[in-house]
């Protein structure tokens, strides 16, 4: 079947795809969890979707594809897979069907476009009458409601900002259900749940993942196999997913939805609670909390029970059967109080250990911003039990990515998904299933296995590794010059075609201002444009160059002679300020672990290879990596860095590195 599909694709066979295929098969067939690292042009798409297609077809269920970024999905559902379901057709008993699922809050709400409740009017209600670009996204929204066949935000073109789309949307807590909305008929995210039950492969993303993992409720339909592209950034969205924040406007959301409909003495008392909080925050310091300070503990102590007494005076969650206006007014009251109360309950919990080593979960203050008030936050240190229990309890999970081999072995991956010791003895065999099912009573039970299928990229011969070993190490002022002087006079030699990674925005500002009138070809910036017009004018003209920071290192796909220089200006280690690192850091080296390599230095390794990975896009890419930073060689971590980077032919000669661009610019 995939020589089917890459013979009517038009494109070639090539041995890391078939490896990877094959094990993917094996993964499913023997109910085992796989984790592969395949590299940029190995075809990973297809070599999971004709496994994944080919069991949901003979299982007659479904496979959930789950991704991080919308460009990706939208790669699946608008060329992968309707492609590979036209040339599988004859292959199979039937032709592939797959569907896009995306969050609740992703589709326009029928009932509440047409009911019109208010929602955080302080934050902004407005007519949509006013001259303003949000009243002007209203009006947008109200004309494309009368029109659209889908509801989907993203078919929303331009878009709209949140503000204006929360006028026209609910999330999974706030729907009123099917049954009892009255535009439940026609409810566009039914319809796309409902779509999403009748085909072979559903499309999704980590968040949604996550969301049917750890509610009660399920989102995804029924299915045994899950396939994880992406997986890299798994951890990370999902704990985005399980962080709750609470603030002065949380709060004053759930006042105003419960003040109309319980009595005003009970929701003062929430609304007085929610201004001490607020007077509280103006004066905390940002950053971590390691202690909760008293004052704030009977602030937030007061606030959970005064949420829980509005909850109470709304009486039972299932009234108001025969008022859908009425009940979607106390719904919103209901998903808002809970919201509050579970927070401020959890904040306060995450300081009831004994010890560092008892410590779960991470409390921190974001400062105020000319968009938002200070805002409390709380996460999880790890995730890796949750999704242990919730995500590879029961059903097989397929993880792959470019980037999951973190210093030559998946050991830091699978301890961030909670997975135990890979299977020692590699994929199962029948000969041992029958045993092997027999342990399947506990979820960890199911082994795993990690596989590197390689990259069909030639790297020592095709890129250059050039670590800059005579600069000076990096410090806190900014761009020394002598890394100004550096990135001059490799740029010049590359003629243009430089993508500049920056660990920061101020650094890749700071470099752009004090280059761009130096160096002889248009340089960008991130900021200047929107990201992918920017990228788009990287890409069209090769003496062009690109500086940007965290969104270019993953998201920049620009194969052919506009790319021959990737300048990374240090080792993108997370800011030591940063309160959920630095806790978790610490709770590991409370643990007896070393918490600066378990998390800053794999935080960093990940970060290195995505951005290294920009050079080869295509088997013609040649050119150099360039890294300023001298720790990549000199220090004792180094060699763990330098293992999960491409295997490139490495140099520290200045000379020889702007003689190779010089010639690449000439061929």
């Not at 939805?257 to 940002?286: T, W």
């Not at 959890?346 to 000319?370: H, M, N, P, Q």
């Not at 896009?617 to 060699?639: E, I």
Request: proline share 6%.
């Amino acid at each position: 079947m995939l020589s089917a599909a890459v013979t009517a694709l038009g494109g070639a066979e090539r041995p890391g795809q078939v490896k990877m295929a094959q094990a993917v098969r094996h993964a499913i067939e023997h109910d085992e969890h796989l984790a592969v690292q395949a590299g940029t042009g190995t075809g990973k798409s297809l070599a999971y979707l004709v496994p994944a297609l080919r069991h949901a077809i003979e299982s007659d269920g479904a496979v959930v594809v789950s991704t991080a970024t919308i460009a990706l999905q939208r790669q699946l559902v608008d060329r992968d897979l309707p492609r590979l379901a036209q040339a599988l057709a004859d292959h199979l008993p039937h032709e592939p069907q797959f569907a896009i699922l995306k969050g609740r809050r992703n589709y326009l709400c029928r009932h509440k476009a047409v009911a019109g409740w208010a929602d955080d009017e302080e934050e902004g209600l407005f007519d949509p009458r006013d001259i303003s670009a949000t009243g002007r996204m209203v009006q947008r929204i109200q004309e494309w409601a009368e029109e659209t066949e889908t509801g989907d935000r993203d078919e929303l073109v331009p878009g709209v900002n949140e503000q204006a789309w929360r006028q026209f949307s609910v999330s999974a807590r706030e729907c009123l259900g099917a049954q009892r909305c009255p535009s439940g008929a026609e409810c566009f995210a039914e319809r796309a749940r409902e779509r999403a039950g009748q085909v072979d492969v559903v499309v999704t993303n980590h968040a949604l993942l996550a969301i049917d993992a750890m509610e009660d409720f399920a989102v995804l339909p029924d299915h045994d196999v899950v396939v994880v592209d992406e997986a890299h950034e798994l951890a990370d969205r999902v704990t985005a997913v399980v962080t709750d924040e609470l603030s002065e406007v949380s709060v004053a959301t759930a006042v105003r939805r419960v003040g109309r409909l319980i009595e005003q003495a009970v929701a003062d008392r929430l609304q007085e609670a929610g201004e001490d909080l607020k007077a509280l925050l103006a004066v905390a310091p940002p950053g971590r909390l390691d202690t909760l300070p008293e004052v704030l503990g009977v602030t937030l102590a007061v606030i959970r029970d005064a949420a829980f007494a509005c909850v109470t005076a709304l009486g039972p969650r299932g009234a108001d059967r025969d008022d859908p206006e009425r009940a979607g007014l106390r719904k919103a009251a209901f998903t808002a109080l809970d919201e509050v109360h579970d927070t401020a309950a959890r904040i306060l919990e995450a300081f009831g250990g004994d010890s560092e080593v008892d410590r779960a979960e991470v409390v921190w203050l974001d400062a105020a911003t000319d968009r938002r008030p200070a805002v409390l936050r709380v996460a999880p240190l790890a995730v890796g039990g949750m999704l242990r229990e919730k995500l590879f309890g029961d059903r097989t999970v397929i993880l792959t990515s470019a980037t999951l081999a973190l210093g030559g072995t998946f050991d830091d991956m699978a301890r961030q998904w909670g997975l135990g010791p890979a299977n020692p003895d590699g994929p199962r065999t029948e000969d041992t299933k029958e045993t092997e099912d027999a342990k399947k009573d506990a979820p960890q039970s199911r082994g795993w296995t990690g596989l590197d299928v390689g990259s069909p990229f030639d790297h020592p011969r095709s890129g250059i590794l050039y670590i800059a070993r005579h600069l000076p190490q990096p410090g806190r002022d900014g761009l020394p010059q002598a890394y100004l002087d550096e990135i001059a006079e490799l740029i010049e030699a590359a003629g243009g075609r430089t993508l500049g990674l920056f660990s920061s925005m101020r650094a890749a500002k700071a470099a752009t201002e004090a280059l761009r009138d130096r160096i002889g070809v248009p340089l960008l910036c991130q900021g200047d444009d929107s990201t992918s017009l920017l990228v788009q004018r990287f890409a069209d003209d090769p003496a062009t160059c690109l500086f940007g920071t965290l969104s270019l290192w993953q998201g920049v796909d620009v194969p052919g002679p506009s790319l021959s220089l990737v300048i990374i200006d240090r080792i993108p280690f997370p800011r030591p300020d940063d309160p959920l690192t630095s806790a978790r850091q610490r709770h590991i080296a409370a643990k007896g672990g070393n918490g600066f390599m378990t998390v800053a230095a794999t935080h960093a390794a990940l970060l290195l290879a995505q951005g290294a990975g920009r050079l080869l896009r295509s088997q013609s890419d040649k050119g150099v990596v360039a890294v300023l930073d001298p720790r990549l060689a000199t220090a004792r971590y180094s060699t763990f860095l330098r293992a999960t980077l491409p295997p490139f032919w490495t140099t520290d000669n200045p000379q020889k590195v702007r003689a190779a661009l010089r010639r690449l610019t000439t061929t």
